[in-house]
């Protein structure tokens, strides 16, 4: 069983739209969730941390969480073409020490003028 | 805006030499880490190192591996005797914190490719 699953994409959205980015866990006690961009090449680009249920929220990005639901999304307002990247959803694991970060394969989002 | 810093960008190296990864983690930080992301793959845990010691290691961390922090401010991850199957991006990441709320700040990585 994949403990981070994403949906590889490519996601394509017009300029100005909303981006939903999607990712799933397995680890029922993971407390800490990251999304990371990374351009092609390059490294991972921490963009958002969420550890409570809910939404939160920095500029053109919110994170949702539900643990009830093992879920975690990423929603990108105004999407510029600036933001085409693969997305990183990535998980603590608590069995682990909470030293570690699993990451899912992540989500290429393809933003079109 | 402190950041990771990473040396070298790029290493070519042949089968069953060695090589050095380098590092300089954010200067107040004391939790570092390696990664590894083969081409096209996921990013992958190979092990963590606070208070000159490892606190946790991947599978893939074998013996052929290990980590040093040489002084005060470099980390480095050496591989005894590459394989081709080593041939990956290594990034390495540093947080001030641990514990569940430890947000991981990645170097902008060395390509290795063993030939």
Redesign the interface.
């Known amino acids: 069983q994949k403990e981070v699953e994403q949906n590889s994409g490519p996601l394509s959205v017009p300029e100005g739209a909303i981006a939903s980015l999607n990712c799933t866990y397995s680890d029922r006690g993971s407390?800490?969730f990251?999304w990371?961009r990374q351009y092609s090449g390059?490294?991972?680009?921490?963009i958002m941390?969420i550890?409570s249920n809910g939404d939160k929220e920095d500029g053109r990005f919110t994170a949702q969480l539900n643990k009830a639901s093992q879920y975690v999304s990423l929603l990108i307002r105004d999407s510029q073409p600036s933001d085409s990247a693969t997305y990183?959803c990535?998980v603590?694991a608590?069995r682990?020490?909470?030293?570690?970060?699993?990451?899912?394969?992540?989500t290429r989002l393809a933003v079109h003028p | 805006e402190p950041e990771v810093t990473q040396t070298p960008s790029h290493q070519v190296t042949q089968m069953g030499q060695e090589v050095i990864l380098r590092c300089v983690p954010i200067s107040n930080h004391l939790y570092f880490y390696w990664y590894r992301q083969i081409l096209g793959q996921k990013v992958e845990f190979l092990v963590s190192f606070y208070n000159n010691e490892i606190s946790e290691k991947s599978e893939i961390f074998d013996d052929q591996f290990s980590v040093e922090r040489p002084d005060g401010s470099n980390f480095t991850l050496k591989i005894r005797s590459t394989k081709l199957e080593d041939s990956a991006m290594y990034f390495c990441a540093s947080s001030f914190d641990r514990g569940s709320y430890n947000e991981q700040f990645f170097g902008p990585g060395t390509r290795l490719t063993v030939l």
């Open positions: 407390q800490s990251f990371y390059k490294s991972p680009e921490l941390s550890y990183l990535a603590n608590p682990d020490g909470y030293n570690k970060l699993i990451f899912g394969a992540g």
